[in-house]
């Protein structure tokens, strides 16, 4: 793919991910919530394409910039999309850190890890991944290169390590002075909603667990001013390719572990941080919150792209022993885009004529002015 049509293709993609949050939007908290959400589509693709490539990539941030959900949030002016974003530009930096050894991308990553915790309690999952993602990368040098290689990259890792806790610190500090003077009243504005404040925490922990791991595919919130009530977080077909991606990278983290007998990272980052996130959204909330979810809307997303890429390179292979190369090429391009563009109008649909219906807002409005 020439950097021109890249460039092209990602300046699309952000234009409707822009026209699709900022549509007929009213307020300035609203309109920086949406902007973040823009801002989130483009940095969720240069995330996937530090991972993976660049097709991938543009497969990912077309599946997010016209997805209903991540819309939807981005347009309701809560600050769990602002969350989303800052998590998917922390995992960018972090992974170039670790990939180049430099000390910039360490400093902002460590800029925008303190800067969540002003935001919400979920952002103790960008603290669990990056601590996990360390160590295993920690294990991946230490087993896969020589003994002075290794130890040049041991010192680059811990030179990164040292930076990016030092702004860490420097970014969070002002709340962690709140948080020493305040203790109560921080731990009860934001904690009073856990599962630790019900009579039974595990059964509610497990039950949220469930249920949002569910949301995907099965039943979504059933909140109808954050979804559809009840139906799936993602559309039927993005949910099969999630599935599919999921699959296809849980069997390359085992597969590496068998033969490298260590983690390997870019599997390791996804699958954390959905765990991560489900984890935290069952901790934090009652059943399936898609406003709260909205954390892992991006790494869904990132599988349901990989899924994709898997499915159409079978495609691919299936043709070209049939038809040959360039008959495979052409199917497959075509199918794909077609896909994506029949995805991105039905979204379009459920969002502006389903859910933002005039009927449904007008019911809405009389239900806010009787209150």
């Not at 941030?61 to 922390?90: K, M, N, P, Y």
């Not at 899924?307 to 495979?328: C, M, T, V």
């Amino acid at each position: 793919m020439s950097r021109k049509l890249e460039f092209l293709s990602v300046s699309l993609i952000v234009l409707v991910g822009f026209f699709s949050r900022f549509w007929l939007l009213a307020g300035q908290i609203e309109a920086i919530m949406a902007l973040s959400g823009v801002i989130g589509v483009f940095g969720l693709y240069l995330l996937a394409r530090e991972l993976y490539n660049r097709r991938i990539a543009l497969i990912t941030a077309s599946l997010v910039s016209f997805s209903f959900w991540h819309i939807l949030v981005s347009r309701l002016g809560t600050v769990e999309i602002l969350v989303s974003t800052i998590l998917v530009f922390l995992f960018y930096f972090l992974w170039r850190g670790l990939r180049t050894s430099d000390v910039l991308p360490f400093i902002i990553c460590g800029l925008l890890l303190g800067s969540t915790l002003y935001l919400s309690p979920l952002a103790l999952v960008g603290f669990f991944v990056v601590i996990v993602v360390l160590v295993a990368h920690r294990q991946k040098i230490k087993r896969d290169y020589p003994q002075n290689k290794y130890e040049y990259l041991r010192n680059a890792l811990a030179r990164g390590l040292g930076v990016l806790i030092l702004f860490t610190l420097l970014a969070g500090f002002p709340i962690g002075l709140n948080l020493y003077f305040q203790s109560s009243q921080f731990l009860n504005e934001n904690f009073n909603n856990s599962v630790f404040q019900t009579p039974t925490p595990f059964t509610n922990l497990l039950k949220n667990l469930g249920l949002n791991l569910a949301m995907f595919n099965f039943q979504g919130d059933i909140n109808p001013d954050q979804n559809i009530p009840g139906s799936p977080q993602l559309f039927w077909l993005v949910g099969l390719f999630f599935l599919i991606g999921l699959i296809n990278i849980a069997r390359d983290l085992f597969k590496y572990w068998q033969n490298h007998h260590h983690l390997a990272l870019v599997p390791l980052l996804s699958i954390i941080w959905l765990i991560g996130g489900l984890l935290g959204v069952s901790f934090f909330g009652s059943g399936v919150n898609a406003r709260l979810a909205v954390i892992i809307a991006p790494v869904a997303y990132l599988m349901a792209a990989k899924g994709f890429w898997w499915a159409f390179l079978s495609l691919y292979r299936w043709i070209d022993i049939r038809k040959g190369p360039h008959q495979a090429v052409f199917a497959v391009t075509a199918t794909l885009i077609l896909l994506l563009v029949a995805i991105g109008l039905y979204q379009y649909d459920r969002y502006f004529n389903q859910w933002a219906s005039p009927a449904r807002l007008l019911e809405s409005q009389d239900l806010e002015n009787s209150l």
